[in-house]
């Protein structure tokens, strides 16, 4: 049998495709088409996994949420919290007392990962370029915010 070494040379992916372009160094270009079929499925049946787990794993934070934010369930609450947090109730109850759980549609808002969580990715970007830690920002981040798990659970 013939082997045939490949390149990578790019790998683009987005919530519904998967193409990863690699060029053959010799022979075996129908080899490498049923790769990539076989390669692409595979990762388009992962992302759907993924991005059902990501939704029902969103969908049981946002039920906590609402829970907590409730006022009516947070002595149920309290100690399980506490004990996985290795904390007495006093001190969770104390340190919790300062966080804010937003809703989902609160979340999706232009107050939060609609807009000025955008904005602020631009910022630590700037803090870093200008602490020289990296070489240059992004003109907007609005492309690393992916809100379709909120959004499916928002629809339902």
Not at 126 to 132: K, M
Request: net charge negative; aromatic share 8%; hydrophobic share 50%.
């Amino acid at each position: 049998m013939d082997f045939c070494c490949f390149r990578l040379i790019r790998v683009n992916t987005t919530s519904d495709s998967f193409l990863l372009l690699i060029q053959p160094e010799s022979a075996g270009l129908s080899l490498v088409l049923e790769f990539l079929v076989a390669l692409d499925d595979l990762v388009r049946d992962f992302l759907l996994l993924v991005n059902e787990v990501l939704a029902t794993f969103l969908g049981v934070t946002a039920a906590s949420n609402a829970m907590w934010n409730s006022g009516g369930f947070t002595s149920l609450m309290l100690p399980h919290i506490a004990r996985d947090a290795g904390m007495d109730e006093a001190a969770t109850a104390d340190t919790m007392s300062t966080f804010v759980f937003p809703s989902v549609s609160s979340q999706l808002s232009g107050a939060w990962l609609g807009g000025s969580g955008i904005t602020f990715l631009k910022g630590v970007a700037d803090v870093f370029v200008n602490a020289g830690e990296i070489p240059s920002s992004r003109g907007s981040y609005a492309g690393a915010v992916n809100t379709d798990g909120l959004n499916t659970v928002a629809s339902q």
